[in-house]
């Protein structure tokens, strides 16, 4: 835990906050949800399968949320990149959260574990 908080901590505002709403409201959708540190970033994981990251681009430092099967989501608001299975969810951390896009594409995310089109273990 101690890392954990260390990495939420240790963030300046207005991304300290940013990221600890963006924490809450992921552990809010499913209490299958477990946290913690990989590759120096919060993962959230849905029954020992990891299905999201919490990060920071590194030119503008806003945080976003990092959907490992992004490639299974369709949503305008979500951007691949040059990745090939992941997608962002981009947030600044200076306007409100759009919470209800945001908790619509947490459950598109969780429903592919959940429905067993990814296998959980």
């Known amino acids: 835990m101690l890392e954990l908080d260390n990495f939420y901590l240790s963030k300046q505002e207005p991304n300290k906050s940013c990221l600890l709403a963006l924490r809450t409201i992921i552990l809010k959708q499913d209490e299958l949800i477990t946290e913690t540190i990989k590759y120096g970033s919060p993962c959230f994981s849905y029954r020992n399968k990891m299905f999201c990251f919490l990060w920071q681009d590194k030119k503008t430092e806003y945080p ?56 959980t273990k």
């Not at 429903?111 to 089109?117: A, K, M, S």
């Open 64 to 119: 976003y949320v990092l959907f490992v099967e992004g490639k299974r989501l369709h949503h305008p608001q979500l951007i691949a990149g040059n990745r090939k299975r992941m997608k962002v969810f981009k947030v600044n951390p200076n306007e409100d959260i759009e919470i209800e896009t945001l908790v619509l594409l947490l459950n598109e995310a969780l429903n592919l574990y959940r429905n067993g089109t990814i296998r």
